[in-house]
């Protein structure tokens, strides 16, 4: 049966003649005549597709190279400005005890058995490594850094409201070591830095001195404390970001911090270059790990990190604390779990 709704099939032959033709045009183009050009165009594709080919299998290689550093005790550094409390902090620690201390002028390092802060009789071993905050002696930090698995950096709250642009400007040397170690050597897991916002005891109002070393600090002031010290870092760290125009620029501390995004680029896919910690000097430190993009600085964009903030305080040295006949509160609670966990 035919029907006036039925329309006319076209051909195959009929169909296809246009676009026959179309490619027979294309093929009869001059340059492609022309066998230099024929040869040139070849091995630009040969070529491109050989790079395609080894960029995935490089990527596949690092990936498959993670790496961890779960082998002897965990390296744990406190760093951070002189006076900050770095030294009280290792001592109770390590000795339970409170001395009086004053500026170091060399490292402290010391192995001890870390307890668990579950209270299930758990212990580790922990390297703990005290570097002086004085400047001449901050670039001790480069001798420990590359075997540090956590770093805490000690800041006093109080003097970080009276000079946090200086206080600040030692941050960025600390984080752009700790993340071109994290990015060239492919760690499994982020290397930990924990910004500790220490004698956040004299924050509290009390009537009354406490009894307990550490004293037991109110959940309100550690609150306060951690939310004070990220404010005005992100406000300097953003100061400095903007300074050196959004994501470029040098500090120089710590050894020599160079490269650039695409250094950057270029470590980060062959695993070597501007992304690796070169000698002594810290040459070929890629800056840009740690600024993000444009716009305002945000602790998530640095590369290779996990970021904590914490709160801590020891009290006032008193009677009998120097003999460890106290009761113990939370002061360095924050502080222990985040060795624990490093």
């Known amino acids: ?31 492609l005549q022309d066998p230099k ?36 005790p965990t390296t744990v550094l406190l760093v951070g400005p002189s006076d900050g409390g770095k030294t009280s902090i290792f001592a109770n ?11 170091s002028i060399q490292p402290s390092i010391t192995t001890f058995p ?73 760690l499994i897991e982020p290397l930990k830095l924990q910004i500790l916002a220490h004698k956040t005891d004299l924050l509290a109002r009390s009537t009354s001195p406490s009894l307990k070393s550490p004293p037991d600090i109110p959940e309100s002031s550690i609150s306060t404390a951690r939310d004070r010290v990220k404010s005005i870092l992100t406000r300097e760290m953003d100061r400095m970001k903007s300074a050196r125009g959004g994501s470029g620029g040098k500090i120089e501390s710590m050894g020599k911090v160079s490269g650039g995004a695409s250094a950057g680029f270029f470590a980060r ?11 002594e000097e810290g040459e070929g430190e890629d800056e840009s790990l740690i600024w993000g993009g444009k716009g305002q600085f945000d602790w998530n964009d640095i590369e290779g990190l996990e970021i904590s903030f914490g709160a801590s305080g020891l009290g006032s040295v ?7 006949e106290r009761e113990v509160g939370n002061g360095l609670d924050e502080v222990k779990s985040f060795i624990w966990d490093a």
Do not use: C, W
């Not at 040869?39 to 596949?60: D, E």
């Not at 075997?147 to 960025?172: G, H, W, Y």
């Open 93 to 103: 620690l390590v000795h339970n005890s409170y001395p009086q201390t004053h500026t």
């Open 114 to 186: 870390s307890s668990s802060p579950f209270n299930d009789g758990q212990t580790k071993q922990v390297r703990l490594i005290d570097i002086p905050g004085h400047p001449r002696l901050r670039d001790e930090l480069k001798k420990y850094i590359k075997d540090a698995s956590a770093v805490v950096f000690v800041v006093d709250i109080q003097a970080l409201v009276r000079n946090a642009a200086a206080i600040a400007e030692e941050l960025p040397p600390i984080l752009i070591a700790l993340s071109n170690i994290s990015v060239a050597q492919n």
């Open 318 to 324: 008193s009677e009998g604390k120097e003999k460890g």
């Open 1 to 31: 049966m035919s029907g006036s709704g039925q329309g006319k099939v076209p051909s195959t032959e009929t169909a296809s003649k246009p676009e026959v033709e179309i490619i027979s045009s294309l093929l009869a183009h001059p340059l």
């Open 269 to 279: 896919l062959f695993g070597s270059g501007g992304g690796a910690v070169e000698g």
């Open 37 to 72: 050009f024929v040869a040139t165009a070849g091995g630009l594709v040969v070529l491109l597709l050989f790079l395609s080919s080894n960029t995935a299998t490089i990527t596949v290689f690092r990936t498959s190279k993670k790496t961890s550093r779960r082998s002897g």
